[in-house]
Nanobody, 127 residues
Framework: QVRLVESGGGSVQSGGSLRLSCTASGYTSSYYCIAWFRQALGKEREGVTSISFNGRTAYADSVKGRFTISQDNAKKTLSLLMNSLKPEDTAMYYC?????????????????????WGQGTQVTVSS
């Protein structure tokens, strides 16, 4: 069974940086899509960024140029570097994955396209 565990959340002032990590276990496929989602209080879950097994990345417009997704296949770890954080980035951040899925293109930022989810890690940005 696939298990995703996020870490690295916390509180930071506006303009600061944080790095989130997601460690995956229990999967066997070399093909996958992995993504970061976030959900602010009272709002719907939104896709932030995704990466495919071959390294193709996609970003929501709201984080382009500020957030960077990367993966370390040897460590089975996904990272999200968040720079120039804004108060509107405050949310619970979730790692999500779909293993056994092949795409030559970009991975979706739609929550319904992912079937494995972590428990989330809170990011709070103060002004």
């Amino acid at each position: 069974q696939v298990r995703l565990v996020e870490s690295g959340g916390g509180s930071v002032q506006s303009g600061g940086s944080l790095r989130l990590s997601c460690t995956a276990s229990g999967y066997t496929s070399s093909y996958y899509c992995i993504a970061w989602f976030r959900q602010a209080l009272g709002k719907e879950r939104e896709g932030v960024t995704s990466i495919s097994f071959n390294g193709r990345t996609a970003y929501a417009d709201s984080v382009k140029g500020r957030f960077t997704i990367s993966q370390d296949n040897a460590k089975k770890t996904l990272s999200l570097l968040m720079n120039s954080l804004k108060p509107e980035d405050t949310a619970m951040y979730y790692c999500a994955a779909r293993f056994g899925y092949y795409t030559a293109g970009y991975c979706s930022l739609g929550a319904s396209d992912y079937n494995s989810w972590g428990q989330g890690t809170q990011v709070t940005v103060s002004s």
